[in-house]
């Protein structure tokens, strides 16, 4: 039982750090996310989805896009 919990911390940990570098790659590429005025939640919500799921489909339908080429390369790299 003990091994599994520590196993869940650093699954827990990595996707943590993931999800951290993904909302900093899309707080980069998508400007609005940067300095949004004060939405409802459900507002804020919707534009994180529609962030996330325009980087998705960006990420899966451009073989070539520079943003990801770059990141693939320096999983680091945060676009100007």
């Known amino acids: 039982m003990e091994k599994t ?3 869940d911390k650093k699954y ?3 996707i943590h750090n993931v ?3 993904t909302f ?5 590429r998508w400007k609005l996310l940067q300095n ?3 939405y409802p939640y459900k507002i804020q ?3 994180i989805v529609v962030s996330m799921t325009l980087h998705n489909y960006i ?3 451009t073989q070539d ?3 990801f080429v770059e990141f693939d390369h320096h999983p680091y790299f945060i676009p100007d």
């Open 45 to 47: 919500v919707q534009v």
């Open 5 to 7: 919990k520590e196993v």
């Open 59 to 61: 990420r899966i339908k």
């Open 12 to 14: 827990s940990i990595v």
């Open 36 to 38: 949004t005025p004060t």
């Open 24 to 28: 900093r790659v899309c707080k980069k």
């Open 19 to 21: 999800i951290e570098c």
């Open 65 to 67: 896009d520079n943003t």
